[in-house]
């Protein structure tokens, strides 16, 4: 998903209205992989708005209220493997937040959530696999922009972080199985809840292990969308 393509953008859930200009809402973002999961908003006051900063770069933005995205079921069932990359910003002091979730709830057998926390006066990041506790990354000074990279091997019992090309946090323990054929929400939890208050400059979710110079490619990519060091 790529907010700095406009012709993926459109100011309705159908997709109908093209986005053509900032400060207009986003009411569906196309799926740039070829395989149709578009993300939509139905309700036209929890659509995020495209933005764009200082350094020219477009982001959605979301207002930690209500804003919010979601696909249809995206069937992961056969794999045990996820690597999700998102370049955002951070703006708010919420403790729990959540960029992007596959399936409704962190304890759903299958799903992966990739999050942007702030406790003890400083954001904290972390992934989550297949319904098994997060991964917590060291404090960052608010407000922080960073490129994400949470990973997710069940079966070898491992998922991890990456903050900003950096490994910050592996652990094991995650349950072994399968992903799961839930719907993708980004910017809350199910539509409801932990909503994001931020920006949003890129997310990529491939169902699979990636190497570690596909991850760096990645996430080089997103920099240059965020214009990061």
Known sequence: YDPSDMSTLFQDSAGTVPVTAVEQPVGRILDKSGRGNHAIQATTTKRPVLQQDGNGKYYLAFDGVDDALQTGNIDFTSTDKMTVWAGITKMSTAEYQL?????????????????????????????????????????????????????????????????????????????????????????????????????????????AQSSLSQIEVTELYIKQKMRLP
């Open 99 to 207: 960029v992007a979730e596959l399936g409704a709830s962190g304890v759903v057998s299958g799903s992966f959530g990739l999050w942007g926390h702030y406790q003890s006066g400083a954001y904290r990041f972390d992934a989550s696999s297949a319904g098994t506790a997060s991964v917590f990354s060291a404090p960052y000074a608010p407000p922080h922009a960073a490129v994400l990279t949470g990973i997710g091997l069940p079966a070898t019992g491992a998922r991890s972080i990456r903050v900003s090309g950096t490994q910050v946090t592996t652990t094991g323990a995650a349950v072994p199985g399968l992903y799961g054929n839930h719907p993708l929400y980004i910017g809350s939890r199910a539509g409801t809840s932990l909503f994001f208050n931020g920006r949003l400059y890129s997310l990529i979710i491939r169902g």
